[in-house]
């Protein structure tokens, strides 16, 4: 167990929704970070948080978005939701540079 | 930019058998981590490796960070079908971001 923790664990929706996911980091970590992981792809960084601010972008769409909250969580917002957005995403959290510590990931299947 | 190159990508082997897995750069990192993931599931932190020369084991499994901290091995003893997984190695960006840069993994598969 590593400490961070990702809900839901699966999620199942129809094309043109919007979903949220949510992030808990390990207790003291104050960066979040997010992946997306398809099938044919390796991880893909999405974007990073510290201290609920944003500090570093990725491959992220302008359809996807997120914020970390004062309690540190944070959300990963995806709307107008197509078919290639089907993943598994994930969450990291750090308190250094270099060692980041992963969530079980939350499946979405988009129908 | 920065760049990290694992071989092979695919590995399968009987159990018993020993194997290494490379993961190379023509940059200089501070440090390197190596991860195991299993399918569905988030990677998990096996190991981090600091100092240039540096040689790490976690029971069956030896790492080696380059002289230069330019690339990096995993060394496998005797393999189990339990070793088989995902095997991704990374490295933090330059700067102070924190972003780590990842390998595109190698896929070891175990065969009892």
């Known amino acids: 167990d590593s400490g961070v923790t990702q809900t839901p664990k699966h999620l199942i929706t129809a094309t043109g929704q919007r979903v949220t996911l949510r992030c808990s980091p390990r207790?003291?970590?104050?960066?979040v970070y997010w992946y997306q992981q398809s099938l044919d792809q390796g991880l893909q960084f999405l974007i990073q948080?510290?201290?609920?601010?944003?500090?570093a972008k990725g491959n992220i769409l302008e359809r996807f978005s997120a914020q970390q909250f004062p309690d540190l969580h944070s959300e990963l917002n995806l709307s107008s939701l197509e078919l290639g957005d089907s993943a598994l995403y994930f969450c990291?959290?750090?308190?250094?540079?270099?060692?980041?510590?992963f969530g079980p990931g939350t499946r979405l299947t988009v129908l | 930019t920065q760049l990290l190159e694992q071989s092979p990508q695919f590995l399968s082997i009987q159990e018993g058998e020993n194997l290494t897995v490379y993961c190379n750069s023509s940059s200089v990192f501070s440090s390197l981590q190596w991860y195991r993931q299993e399918p569905g599931e988030g990677p998990v932190l096996l190991v981090t490796v600091v100092t240039g020369g540096e040689v790490k084991k976690l029971k069956r499994l030896t790492f080696q960070f380059g002289d230069a901290r330019k690339d990096s091995s995993l060394h496998i003893t005797a393999a189990q079908p339990g070793d088989t997984g995902l095997y991704l190695c990374a490295g933090p960006r330059t700067g102070n971001t924190g972003k780590l840069i990842f390998g595109q993994g190698t896929t070891l598969q175990v065969k009892p």
């Open positions: 948080y510290y201290n609920g601010e944003e500090r």
């Open positions: 207790s003291g970590d104050l960066s």
């Open positions: 990291a959290s750090s308190v250094s540079i270099g060692e980041q510590f």
